[in-house]
């Protein structure tokens, strides 16, 4: 009942930027929160970003002042701007959020986009 899709992601090299977008549909009208978490391979999946439904942010220190979350909740929309792209941030991104459904919590995942950065 809930789908996340994510895109945006793609090639760029070291020092570029790009720009994820996730996009919500179904029942969604109790956010607790939505984030962005990466995978790359042979390493746990990670949490990138997070921001709340009041506006609060945090981030995982290695992005830090170069990766910025921000929300449209007209547009159920959840956008993750990367600056000054390192190959470190190589990785499968995935968008998550997580709601209240009938007072109980719930977490969804989209189907993951890839970003390379080249050196």
């Known amino acids: 009942q809930v789908r996340l899709v994510e895109s945006g992601g793609g090639l760029v090299q070291t020092g570029g930027s790009l720009r994820l977008s996730c996009t919500v549909s179904?029942?969604?009208?109790?956010?607790?929160?939505m984030g962005w978490y990466r995978q790359a391979p042979g390493n746990e999946r990670e949490k990138v970003a997070i921001i709340t439904s009041g506006g609060r942010s945090n981030y995982a220190d290695s992005v830090k002042g170069r990766f910025t979350i921000s929300k449209d909740n007209a547009k159920n929309t959840v956008y993750l701007q990367m600056n000054n792209l390192k190959p470190e941030d190589t990785a499968v991104y995935y968008c998550?959020?997580?709601?209240?459904?009938?007072?109980?919590?719930?977490?969804?995942w989209g189907q993951g986009t890839q970003v390379t950065v080249s050196s």
């Open positions: 998550n959020i997580d709601i209240l459904l009938g007072g109980d919590p719930h977490n969804y």
């Open positions: 179904g029942s969604v009208f109790s956010v607790n929160s």
